[in-house]
């Protein structure tokens, strides 16, 4: 069952920008917190940034001021706005979700998506 589906990677130069999607089912959306993994090829799964109730956070240093996660709750819809883009940046990018913030920190929410191709080129 497809609960969390992402979209709106591709292929981009550097310095370029993205936004990713995640639509979440309404219940999804309505009773859980929320954010955005990257996975590089051959490095350990990132927590990127969450946002709850209480806003939005940004977890990885080397992204600071050039992501912003938001979310359209009538939508039931979660973006990851990433600008400026580096060759580092290159990794799939998973959205989850899990009623427990914490849960999200610890790489273990309940639901995960199935990934958005992100490749920047030099």
């Known amino acids: 069952q497809v609960q969390l589906v992402e979209s709106g990677g591709g292929l981009v130069q550097a310095g370029g920008s993205l936004r990713l999607s995640c639509a979440a089912s309404?219940?999804?959306?309505?009773?859980?917190?929320m954010g955005w993994y990257r996975q590089a090829p051959g490095k350990q799964r990132e927590l990127v940034a969450v946002?709850?109730?209480?806003?939005?956070?940004t977890y990885e240093d080397s992204v600071k001021g050039r992501v912003t996660i938001s979310r359209d709750n009538t939508k039931n819809t979660m973006y990851l706005q990433l600008d400026s883009l580096k060759p580092e940046d290159t990794a799939v990018y998973y959205c989850?979700?899990?009623?427990?913030?914490?849960?999200?920190?610890?790489?273990?929410?309940?639901?995960w998506g199935q990934g958005t191709q992100v490749t920047v080129s030099s």
């Open positions: 946002i709850t109730t209480s806003g939005p956070t």
């Open positions: 989850a979700a899990d009623p427990m913030y914490i849960s999200l920190v610890a790489q273990t929410p309940a639901y």
């Open positions: 309404r219940v999804i959306s309505s009773s859980n917190a």
